[in-house]
């Protein structure tokens, strides 16, 4: 019997690969806001930031090869039903890498937002295109990563407030946010009446946390500063979610590692951000002391991330067939 012929790790270059640099963007994001609320070492940030940007580039080339060596798979990938929902993780990297460079270097961040977002705005046509007009969609394709392509369109103000005129941010959030309504009555039906996600799939539900998290951010940023009614209704309903995944922890704890467990860390940024938004506008006590510890959660479960995915790399189980 003929064995089978050694499969190409570049053809099997994973998309969801760019879920780290959200991560670690995030992360970056954090520190930076720690530092003027907490006190804590800016340093840190800035260098997170340098880290994010070193990870997009070198992940970024990474799945450029495979789209010049290998389109036939990336073809495969972008028709996949849930694989689809992370080709925007490439447009929101950039956004988050432009919030997070804003200040140090603003020329460049312009530019990497005003490619993020015109990139993710394609990235929303389609693939919402794709939904109307689908032959291969059914109920059990439903999981929070849906909220990616669409929702993620309330990023793009949080950095556009300084980049465009007001009017492409308020495009961008109505977008993120009437959508983050629709598809989570579509995602928690199919949580409450169908089979549970498969492993996998399972820390997609972090992602719940960050349609409202970054919408507070966004409406932050819109709003000049202010925390309003709907500011803070927006902020509860993200620390709700954190809530109740923190209640299920466990679940969570035993599951082995998959490049879908990176869904922990954008959304922990998310309402770890928000939470410092929170307590630098008086918040008191509580909050900067949760915020605090957030920022601690989120740092540990970063790098445990960083290293399992290390791990998983020298072993070769990245870049394999599923």
Excluded at 16 to 35: D, H, N, R, Y
Excluded at 128 to 141: A, E, G, L, P, V
Excluded at 262 to 279: D, E, K, N, Q, R
């Amino acid at each position: 019997m003929t064995p089978p012929a050694p499969h190409s790790r570049l053809a099997h270059f994973p998309i969801p690969l760019f879920a780290t640099v959200m991560g670690s963007s995030g992360l970056a994001i954090a520190w930076q806001k720690a530092g003027a609320v907490l006190g804590l070492p800016a340093q840190v940030g800035l260098a997170l930031q340098w880290w994010a940007l070193a990870l997009f580039g070198a992940i970024a080339l990474g799945y450029l090869a495979k789209l010049v060596f290998h389109p036939d798979a990336v073809k495969h990938e972008f028709a996949h039903p849930v694989r689809l929902n992370f080709f925007p993780a490439i447009s929101i990297s950039l956004l988050l890498l432009a919030t997070a460079f804003a200040a140090s270097l603003p020329g460049f961040a312009r530019g990497m937002w005003m490619l993020g977002a015109a990139l993710h705005l394609g990235f929303t046509l389609i693939i919402m295109s794709s939904w109307i007009h689908h032959t291969r969609y059914d109920i059990k394709h439903a999981n929070p990563a849906w909220f990616i392509p669409v929702v993620g369109n309330v990023i793009v103000p949080v950095a556009g407030v300084g980049f465009a005129p007001a009017a492409v941010s308020w495009f961008f959030f109505s977008i993120g946010l009437v959508f983050w309504i629709v598809l989570l009555s579509i995602v928690m039906y199919r949580l409450f009446f169908h089979e549970p996600l498969p492993e996998r799939l399972t820390p997609t539900l972090f992602i719940l946390i960050a349609p409202p998290a970054v919408a507070f951010i966004a409406w932050f940023r819109l709003n000049g500063g202010h925390i309003d009614a709907f500011a803070q209704i927006l902020y509860h309903v993200a620390l709700f979610f954190t809530l109740l995944l923190a209640a299920n922890a466990l679940r969570f704890f035993r599951l082995p590692f998959f490049l879908s467990t990176w869904a922990y860390s954008f959304p922990l940024a998310a309402i770890t951000i928000a939470t410092l938004i929170m307590a630098g506008q008086g918040g008191g006590f509580f909050l900067v002391a949760l915020a605090g510890v957030l920022l601690a959660v989120l740092s540990v479960v970063l790098l445990l991330l960083t290293i399992r995915t290390f791990q998983a790399m020298l072993r070769g189980e990245l870049c394999v067939p599923e």
